[in-house]
């Protein structure tokens, strides 16, 4: 029968897992490694084309990068599947003796038989050598060698280590061959105590960059739980809206909800990027510390010492990345913080509400420089701007020129009533009312002229009713849609009054006077104080949710700045 031929450890051994090789894959620089070896420095590769070789660094191309597909080293793979299934022959008492083999010497290279095994340890001199189970071997448990003994001087100790040469040899190998070429040397205990220490520090290292890591995958995690949390109050707000208006608002219902489970994708996929490329981190630092971690098996040499030392520096240069960056998280949650659900006041419209994000900052040029006279909202949603040297410019939410009206009426200030119409003031504080069309109706109201009132203020309630407020004669008077003289008047305490604007719901007004801009009630009392900007004059907008939105108007610019505007709630005047 065949015998099994002694083969050498360093042929079958793989220098990245120092055991025997599983399907060893070849590289372009003729150096093999497992294929799990490779498959994990490849997964840690920045190039995920190439793989470079742990030994000399030289790149080899990775067909569809998967490693699976590189050569096979077919005649290490013959010698290590002969090994695995053929009980190899004692090497120690020769040949053709066909006794199995129990043991195997790390230190000698051989496979033995019973008898050679308890004869090994009788005999003294190698009575200290490093013996295994033939099966720890055979199944890649144990690697095939050891350090001991010189190799050129086989009864000597290993104890000195080169560092130009990367390998173990006696002191004579030492003194003869390494240190009349100029060699560094070091005591095999100091190289191996270091080798450790470097290995135990990039462990820690490791260690701490995956608890910063980890913290950083919790902290997603906790903005994740604050996002769903405003989100639900999203939810809870438009629901409560929904059941009031079931009947006619259940499709619009739907549409917003809709809107907040696409904001939830939106933000759960950016927190979820964030938060996979923390995990594959962790992953590939998982994978380039067990690679390094092989070195403390077993004293490194030659090519497995180099290739450690490559891992090594690998290693270090992940960790010398950035930690991950906990502000983006917090950003994603920011974004969301931003957005409301504003509900619309009016029950026969149709429609429940809108999600509003007030990251406002609008700068908007108007052709209307050193004339601007007003701004509101007109029926059909458009802004309405109107000049003191004539017309009122209509545009869009964008700041695009839609329509100009009314040319020849120099425009003090405008409102406008549920059914479309509008109700103009002009410079003369003389008040007309217009059809959705803008053409003038025969109506008449009797308000106060420029000279005996001053400057005049307009705005509309929640039930048409039209406040005029005079500059100089510091009161305001009330009129009905059907024009006529004042039903009554309201006495300006201490402000005068610019502009006026309505809540829908409450009744109270909004007055804009200098410098500051003032709530009041029905009779006149104030309930709450804004002081303007320098330099810029303070113009509030009752929103249909029942804010203000305050706009710092540069009258000599001609422009409108709502960046940082104030957003007012409704309840912060309730509160006073």
Known sequence: MATFQPISSQELECPICLTLFSQPKALTCSHTFCENCLARIFQTQPNQQTITCPVCRKGTPVPSGDVSELPTNKRLSSLVDEVKTKNPTCTNCGIDQESPTVSYCQDCGDYMCKSCDTNHFAFKPVSNHKVVPVGDVLSGKVPLRRRGKCKKHPNADSDCFCTNCREYFCLTCGTVDHMQKGHLLEKVAVHEENLMTNIEELQKKAKSKKTTIGNHIDNIQTQRNEITTILKNLNDDIDKTYEEYVNLLSARREALKCQVQRLSEKFEKELKVMEEESHQTISHMNKMEELVANGMKVPLEKDALIAHDTLCENLKSFLGRDDPDDQSPRGVTERAKKISFLRHIKVNELSLGELKSWDIKADVELPVKSSMGCMTRAPDGKMAVGSEKGGIHLYSPDGELQQTVLKDVKIRQIGSLSDGRSVVCDTKDKMSLYTPQWEKLDVTFETMSYNEGGIAGLTVDR???????????????????????????????????????????????????????????????????????????????VCRDDSVIVAWVKHEEGLIDLNGGERLSLHSYRDN
């Open 463 to 541: 039930d048409d009713n039209i406040y005029v407020s005079y500059w100089e004669s510091k009161k305001i008077q009330v009129f009905t849609q059907q024009g006529g003289k004042a039903v009554r008047e309201i006495m300006c305490d201490g402000y005068k009054a610019l502009q006026l604007f309505s809540f829908l719901s409450t009744g109270k007004l909004i007055v804009s006077y200098l410098p500051a801009v003032v709530c009041i009630d029905g009779n006149g009392k104030k309930e709450h104080v804004l002081m303007e900007k320098e330099g810029m004059t303070a113009l509030p907008a």
